[in-house]
């Protein structure tokens, strides 16, 4: 799932980005706000974190802007004013939930869980063949068995199912793995795939993950 972060103070942009890629969320971030509102507009996000103190236009602005332009991704706003006034404020123009700075990440982690909520459960739940993948509680499982993931391998194995049958080049997979600190490594993709392979498959009978020569990898049930 992608989240794009506004928010002008980079300290606590680098402590959302590195809480939230361990939760195995995919960041952008904006420093202002048209930037942010030119990112929300070309993008597809699941939700946006918005700071209301912005430069050029501030978050007030923005969430006017996206909701009057028909992008109803959820909005939880960040924001050091803490009064009454301010909080319906932010409501009333189309912010889907309000937190106050300093605020505890895993009250954060608990109202974007909220937000990515949908009322179907199944819209949480990735399946192919035995292997089930629960984008709200990060669990992997094939015949029952739990997976243990890393949060890169579950960000990895999680665009894989969502674009099942396709075959997909590295240069494709590499794009999504572009917010891993370890892209510098040559092989990253070849990495990954062998290390998904060894957790998903290699105990398994049935193989999900195949290589297609000369263009690329693909999961399937086929």
């Known amino acids: 799932m992608k989240i794009l972060i506004i928010e002008d103070d980079e300290k606590i942009i680098n402590f959302l980005k590195k809480g939230l890629e361990e939760e195995s969320y995919t960041i952008d971030f904006s420093l202002n706000g048209d930037e942010g509102i030119y990112l929300a507009s070309v993008n597809c996000y699941d939700l946006i974190l918005l700071d209301i103190m912005l430069p050029i236009k501030n978050g007030i602005e923005v969430c006017k802007i996206l909701r009057n332009n028909s992008i109803n991704t959820p909005i939880i706003m ?16 189309g912010a889907n939930d309000y937190l106050a700075k300093p605020f505890s990440f895993s009250e954060l982690l608990a109202r974007i869980r909220v937000q990515l909520r949908p009322t179907n459960q199944s819209q949480t739940i990735l399946k192919l063949a035995d292997l089930q993948l629960d984008l709200l509680t990060k669990v992997a499982k094939r015949a029952e068995d739990i997976i243990n993931l890393t949060a890169k391998e579950f960000a990895l194995l999680e665009f894989l199912i969502k674009n099942q049958n396709k075959v997909l080049s590295e240069s494709v997979i ?49």
């Open 78 to 93: 960040l924001t050091a004013k803490d009064s009454i006034e301010d909080k319906i404020k932010g409501l009333d123009i």
């Open 174 to 222: 590499s794009s999504s793995l572009s917010n891993m600190d370890d892209m510098n490594i040559s092989n990253v993709v070849n990495v990954y795939i062998y290390r998904l392979r060894n957790k998903i498959d290699k105990p398994y009978e049935k193989k999900l993950i195949k290589t297609i020569r000369g263009l690329g990898f693909k999961i399937s049930d086929d």
